[in-house]
């Protein structure tokens, strides 16, 4: 690799690393996670509510999508996903004593 590449991409990781850390420190509070954490939770509630309608009214998973899918998948997104980004943040947050959740 040429050198000044290097130089560049070193110097512009640096300068991307310190613009992330005053974005984090500016916007990432815990009021505005608040205000934010909601509008998600909105956001993917609308998202799983057009899923799961549209999936019910295709032709071939009309009868299959309630009785027998979709509460797999439910199943499936709640024991394994949440579980595991819970572990996964825990995991995250063991060196960091000040920013523990529990």
Partial sequence: MDNNL????????????????FV????????NL????DGIKAFAKGIGVICTVGL??????????????EPYIIIFLRLLLINFLD????????DNKSLKTD
């Avoid at 290097?6 to 850390?21: E, H, M």
């Avoid at 608040?34 to 954490?37: M, V």
């Avoid at 019910?56 to 999508?65: S, T």
């Fill in 6 to 21: 290097l130089t560049f991409i070193l110097a512009g990781s640096g300068i991307l690393g310190i613009v992330l850390k």
């Fill in 24 to 31: 984090f420190q500016k916007f990432l509070t815990d009021e």
């Fill in 34 to 37: 608040a205000k934010w954490g």
């Fill in 56 to 69: 019910a009214k295709l032709p071939v998973l009309k009868g299959l999508w309630n009785a027998i899918i």
């Fill in 87 to 94: 572990g996964f943040v825990a995991g995250l947050e063991t």
